[in-house]
């Protein structure tokens, strides 16, 4: 189950990774989980994630769809120095608007390699669609940048990081989501019934059941989310007081 | 760059992830890369992975757009036993077929729980959409099942894992997909021209630059994918030449 927008006005977001490394599972993608954890806490509501290849189709595509429908898009990967690197180019275009060369994203990579070393590659860093305002990347100079409601960001971790630190306090946040978290080692088909019913009278939290298996044996984890509090410690005894009645042993996790 | 389809008609496929607890940021996923990985290794091109909440508009949505579009659909999470466990239902409105009680599945229920012990909330595990065939699952009996070209897996990896091995060997698998990763500590915008030269002259393998940033220090890995691994070994000794030219020192990871 999960609040509907009537409920729940808070801002909306999609995350999109673009590059061909994730999808052939070669490098595990470590940017979504981070995204995803710190957009919660400023209270916006993360709805989709899309992981697409460096094909400017695909890219331009995705933009348009996502940036339509959610309040921010972040896009990760695709805006270094090399052949592949065509995020800033297909953004462009899916915002219908020339690539030009960025003064200031200019003058900050000729700061940090020096005149003499701003080779045609690295100016390639430069170039974003016109009416995009910069995004600051206080690790290796070139940087991203938004346009519309879309965040463009490096694909590097690092550098992810530190780009959406910085403009992290330009976003619009609603109300904190707020989660508890109760385990126990049954079983989640002798939990979904009384669940059920717990769900039913509380429809302004969301509940969540995530089976686990470890070591041969189930559980599994119920989460409570809301942006109430109270109502959410009320589902959060409720789930104990269940727990128990069918002896297991509530933890808060 | 990515392999045309005209250059590579090997099988294509999408992952679609459902789950609140990916997007909430609460849960890292642990299924993308490892599926990613296998199918590459099956000949299988992964051109697309989404990740969605628990919501029937958007499983159905999903189902549809990347079913229409790739050879194979891969489904993880949502056929559990809770409220919340809502992809079974979800893909049988996709295909526009009735959510039937599967008596094989049932069968299987009854023999892992114990015809006393098998609640409603198990029973439920048992409906599948109509003409669609089951998964094995050899660790909690509850199968997955096949509709069309759409694989639908539980979330729980050791569970997806084991139904991904049993299933595989009915996939149809493509060319094989090999690849070699030369890395360096150059940075990238020094190797973006040279490796470009590259990649024009050897359009059959696709050249993917994915810079690192690790104590405080810049590297770079490229990676060069094709099937024909001549070619693949021309195109990585190549890479290697152009990094010692430039004073770096290859190494093949």
């Given at each position: 189950?999960?609040?509907?927008?009537?409920r729940?006005p808070?801002?909306t977001?999609?995350?999109?990774?673009?590059?061909n490394?994730i999808?052939?599972?070669?490098?595990?993608?470590?940017n979504?989980?981070w995204?995803?954890g710190?957009?919660?806490?400023?209270g916006?509501?993360?709805?989709?994630?899309?992981v697409?290849?460096?094909?400017?189709?695909?890219?331009?595509?995705?933009v348009?769809?996502?940036s339509?429908r959610?309040?921010?898009?972040?896009?990760?990967?695709g805006?270094?120095?090399?052949?592949?690197?065509?995020?800033?180019?297909?953004v462009a275009?899916?915002f219908?608007?020339?690539?030009i060369?960025?003064?200031?994203?200019a003058?900050?990579?000729?700061?940090?390699?020096?005149?003499?070393?701003?080779?045609?590659?690295?100016l390639?860093?430069?170039?974003?669609?016109?009416?995009?305002?910069?995004?600051?990347?206080?690790v290796?100079?070139?940087?991203?940048f938004?346009?519309?409601?879309?965040?463009?960001?490096?694909g590097?971790?690092?550098?992810?990081?530190?780009?959406?630190?910085?403009l992290a306090?330009?976003?619009?946040g609603?109300?904190?989501?707020?989660?508890?978290?109760?385990?126990?080692?049954?079983g989640?088909?002798?939990?979904a019934?009384?669940?059920?019913?717990?769900?039913?009278?509380?429809?302004e939290?969301e509940?969540?059941?995530?089976?686990y298996f470890?070591?041969?044996?189930?559980g599994?984890?119920?989460v409570?989310?809301?942006?109430?509090?109270?109502?959410?410690?009320?589902?959060?005894e409720?789930?104990?007081?269940m727990?128990?009645?069918?002896g297991?042993?509530?933890?808060?996790t």
């Amino acid at each position: 189950m999960t609040l509907t927008e009537e409920r729940d006005p808070a801002p909306t977001a999609a995350i999109l990774i673009i590059g061909n490394e994730i999808l052939s599972g070669r490098t595990q993608d470590a940017n979504l989980g981070w995204l995803a954890g710190r957009l919660v806490e400023l209270g916006i509501r993360v709805k989709e994630a899309r992981v697409i290849p460096d094909i400017e189709a695909e890219i331009i595509a995705a933009v348009q769809a996502l940036s339509a429908r959610y309040s921010y898009v972040f896009t990760t990967g695709g805006i270094g120095p090399t052949h592949d690197d065509i995020t800033a180019e297909a953004v462009a275009k899916a915002f219908a608007v020339p690539l030009i060369d960025d003064v200031e994203a200019a003058g900050r990579l000729t700061r940090h390699y020096g005149a003499d070393k701003l080779t045609p590659a690295r100016l390639r860093m430069a170039r974003i669609p016109e009416g995009a305002t910069l995004i600051d990347n206080i690790v290796s100079a070139a940087p991203g940048f938004r346009i519309g409601n879309v965040f463009v960001m490096a694909g590097v971790p690092a550098i992810m990081r530190a780009m959406f630190d910085w403009l992290a306090p330009s976003l619009a946040g609603g109300a904190r989501m707020l989660d508890r978290t109760i385990s126990c080692a049954l079983g989640e088909s002798m939990l979904a019934e009384p669940l059920s019913a717990i769900q039913g009278r509380h429809p302004e939290i969301e509940i969540g059941s995530y089976p686990y298996f470890q070591a041969g044996r189930f559980g599994v984890s119920l989460v409570a989310r809301g942006t109430d509090e109270a109502a959410l410690a009320a589902v959060a005894e409720e789930i104990a007081q269940m727990i128990r009645r069918l002896g297991g042993d509530p933890m808060e996790t």
